[in-house]
């Protein structure tokens, strides 16, 4: 293992099981990269994931505390143990179907809240680990496991989602970007509040066979360069293009959940302290 | 810039400063690492190894600029990049091939 | 013929009451003892929705957590409720929450990771009328089985209690507490609309010596389960102490992260199912009125147990030797209580059937279980005084208005 997985994560676990060329292991390598670059030890980390192929590929590689949750529902776990292991560093690394799909609620309420955690969100654009079934970020037109006329539901932008609901760091990366995702990584885990970053990866086994037409590992890393770059090897245009980079940074500008309630508290009993007895 | 370099082109500038260690039973031979590089560093193995890839390793260590590429595109946590002489977890390539990895 | 009858109750609380003796006497409803129950035992975190009848207990928690350095949390809904309750107390906080049937059906998922992770939660489910969201207000015992069956996947059992008066539901919260540190999982109160919002005398003990209340431990080395081990009083696991434990929801090993092995779905299921069963001695609760001697012994439990109890002193006086039993805990069953081979007369407040499915299985003779079923209204003394004296002297219950007598 390179020298970052033997320092923090579990022998064990690695290699994963992930299938050859799928973005989850790259952008684990990153993450640690921004966990060792902050000077952060495995007990200052909490990893948190859920179900699907991002959910399952990384739960146990974190060599720390680590959760793997009800499929979309590690916010809400993350939310109950925040409050009572309120000064760690929380990742929750969750695919789209979890945080965009059945899972949206509770990130919604969680950047409303401002609850102190960093989401992964890692977008390989459908169900994969069901096979390949569309998504709630499938683009349109593409033709999945279940949208076999071509994807007909709109989509949409996870980061628009929390954006509106009240996020104070929201980012948007691909799986060619990893100068950016270890720079804004670094960044969402220095927010003190409701962390955003969603990074685009490609998936060769079922996207990639099916959307894409091949699974072949170069052409889909290149697919997810062409549509970061907006530009084809050829020069022609995509048929549409990702905006990446920081879209909102207002870190540490309003109060996290946890120490709202821990404040409220304090409150509460200096009160009762010094009323009539 | 393109992705990938399907045309490998000799080193610019200093060369062979690093060490370039492949752990040959994580890696599932999904080519990123000999695709991305600029130089000629890797190839495939001729017999596969415990988890059934013919994984990559390091031909020619001595062509290797240390632009990091491979090691931020490997999705196994397989290669470590470090300068000749530092110590490391990586240690050296021929040592660690000799033995096997986890 | 014997007026006199003996009365019996066995649960940990009987002993507790003689010993603690200082503290207020209030008049309160069921949710308020409740909380408090809830409070003395230490819980810290309540995460829940607001739901009729269980409203209550949510307004007095946001109260009372702030109070004593707790947190009160109001989620987007019950599954987030629970979710955060078993993510709360696996930081290290006791937690609680409490719903009604239609809250509780949404809890299941995040009921069963807290069972399969080992995680002492307490949750409290309110059962009002059916079928699904029924009458708002009105009495229900739907959720037996539900309770029981509370998640999915079968491998595991669920330990259940149910109070029947505001005083018992103090006591009995506190006791599920102390259950869920000692067998790391989650219990259910199972109450309903009238023991909830009913005000009563309430008795709350205070002092620094409540030596009853289980104190949180954790477990801060391998094995983060034993496996095939059905020791009790084994300290839940922590997240945030460097541990290194994985918590999810799959068949896992003793470090916790997910194995695909026969070896390893024998042992955690032998662990999750007989950690229960083999103590079952630690779970046993229940009341008693007069079975000695009886010639006819009515169940109830929760709200129904109050005027069927009643009704069993009634029928006394009329010259049937009639008895009651109260199962306090409801699961793991107590089939013991009903070896006697005399006719029982089961009622529940539900027309379909289910308590008396389990007297049924449990009694020596099944064709002598009469069900007596009613549906938002509570049982009144005179109905189950005419359907004893009808079970003691014709072998039936006679026909009454909205009682259902049918099971299969």
């Keep these: ?277 | 810039m393109p992705l990938f370099k399907l045309e490998k082109k000799p080193p610019r500038g200093p060369a062979g400063k690093w060490d370039v260690v492949v752990g040959e039973q994580l890696c599932k031979a999904c080519g990123f690492c000999l695709n991305v590089c600029p130089v000629d560093v890797f190839a495939y193995r001729k017999t596969t190894n415990k988890i059934g890839w013919f994984p990559m390793y390091t031909a020619h260590e001595e062509n290797c600029i240390g632009c990091m590429l491979c090691y931020q595109i490997c999705p196994d946590f397989c290669i470590d990049v470090r300068p000749k002489g530092e110590a490391s977890a990586a240690g050296s390539t021929s040592a660690i091939q000799a033995s096997t990895l986890p | 013929m014997s007026t006199v009858t003996t009365d019996t109750l066995v649960a940990p609380w009987a002993e507790w009451q003689e010993r603690f003796t200082r503290g207020r006497r209030l008049l309160e409803a069921g949710t308020y003892a409740l909380t408090e129950g809830a409070i003395t035992a230490g819980c810290r975190l309540f995460a829940g929705y607001p739901i009729t009848p269980a409203t209550d207990i949510a307004e007095y928690m946001s109260k009372r957590l702030p109070q004593v350095g707790g947190y009160y949390m109001q989620c987007e809904d019950e599954l987030a409720g629970m979710h955060a309750c078993a993510g709360g107390s696996l930081g290290g906080l006791k937690a609680m929450t409490a719903t009604s049937g239609p809250g509780f059906t949404l809890m299941h998922d995040a009921y069963g990771w807290a069972i399969t992770n080992e995680i002492p939660v307490v949750v409290v489910d309110a059962m009002r009328v059916g079928p699904i969201s029924g009458i708002t207000g009105a009495p229900g015992q739907g959720e037996f089985y539900v309770a029981r069956y509370a998640s999915h996947g079968g491998n595991f059992e669920t330990i259940v209690l149910s109070p029947s008066s505001v005083q018992e539901s103090f006591w009995l919260t506190v006791d599920a507490f102390n259950l869920a540190e000692r067998f790391r999982t989650p219990v259910t109160i199972l109450t309903d609309q009238v023991i909830s919002d009913m005000w009563e005398d309430l008795f709350v003990p205070e002092g620094d010596d409540l030596d009853f209340v289980v104190p949180r431990r954790h477990n801060l080395m391998m094995p983060f389960y034993p496996l095939a081990s059905d020791a009790l009083d084994v300290p839940p696991n922590i997240i945030g102490q460097g541990t290194g434990v994985c918590v999810s929801a799959y068949t896992h090993t003793e470090e916790g992260y997910d194995i695909e092995a026969m070896e390893a779905q024998w042992a955690q299921t032998y662990r999750l199912v007989n950690k229960i069963r083999h103590h079952r001695d630690q779970l046993t609760r229940y009341e008693t009125v007069g079975v000695e001697d009886a010639e006819v012994i009515a169940v109830a439990y929760g709200a129904a147990a109050r005027t069927v109890k009643t009704a069993v002193r009634e029928a006394r006086g009329r010259g049937v030797r009639a008895g009651f039993v109260r199962p306090i805990t409801l699961w793991p069953f107590l089939d013991e209580l009903y070896a006697r081979d005399v006719p029982y007369l089961v009622c529940e407040l539900n027309y379909d059937g289910q308590l008396v499915r389990e007297v049924m299985r449990s009694a020596p003779d099944k064709t002598r279980v009469h069900f007596m079923g009613k549906s938002a209204e509570l049982h009144t003394v005179a109905e189950v005084v005419t359907a004893l004296e009808g079970v003691a002297r014709q072998g039936r219950i006679p026909e009454l208005p909205y009682i259902w007598t049918q099971v299969r």
């Excluded at chain 1, 959910?55 to 809400?76: E, P, S, V, Y």
């Excluded at chain 1, 776990?77 to 000064?87: R, S």
Aim: neutral net charge; glycine residues 12%; contains cysteine.
């Design chain 1, 1 to 277: 293992m390179n020298h970052l997985a033997t320092k923090y994560l579990r022998p064990s676990q690695i290699p994963t099981k992930a299938c050859h060329g799928c973005g989850i292991g790259m952008i684990e390598n990153w993450i640690l990269q921004s966990i060792e670059e902050l000077g952060l030890k495995r007990e200052d980390v909490i990893f948190g994931t859920g179900i699907g192929c991002v959910g399952r590929q990384t739960f146990a590689t974190w060599g720390g505390d680590n959760f793997g949750a009800t499929h979309g529902r590690a916010l809400a776990i993350a939310t109950g143990l925040k409050l009572a292991q309120p000064d760690k560093k929380y990742l929750i690394v969750v695919g789209d179907g979890d945080a965009a799909s059945i899972g949206t609620s509770h990130l919604i309420h969680a950047a409303r809240r401002n609850l102190g955690v960093t989401v992964i969100c890692e977008d390989n654009m459908g169900y994969e680990s069901t096979g390949g079934q569309f998504s709630p970020t499938t683009p349109a037109g593409y033709v999945t496991n279940s949208s076999p006329y071509g994807m007909v539901e709109p989509s949409f932008d996870p980061c628009d989602v929390v954006k509106a609901a009240g996020a104070t760091f929201v980012a948007e990366t691909t799986a060619t970007q990893w100068h950016q995702t270890v720079k804004i990584v670094k960044k969402a885990l220095q927010n003190d509040g409701f962390s955003f970053v969603h990074v685009r990866f490609p998936c060769n086994e079922n996207f990639g066979a099916y959307a894409l037409g091949t699974r072949d590992t170069l052409k889909n890393l290149e697919w997810i360069y062409e549509h970061t770059q907006g530009r084809k090897a050829d020069g022609s245009e995509t048929d549409f293009t990702w905006e990446t980079g920081i879209k909102h940074d207002a870190s540490n500008s309003r109060p996290e959940f946890t120490r709202i309630l821990r404040d409220m508290n304090a409150r509460v009993r200096e009160k009762l302290g010094g009323g009539p007895a």
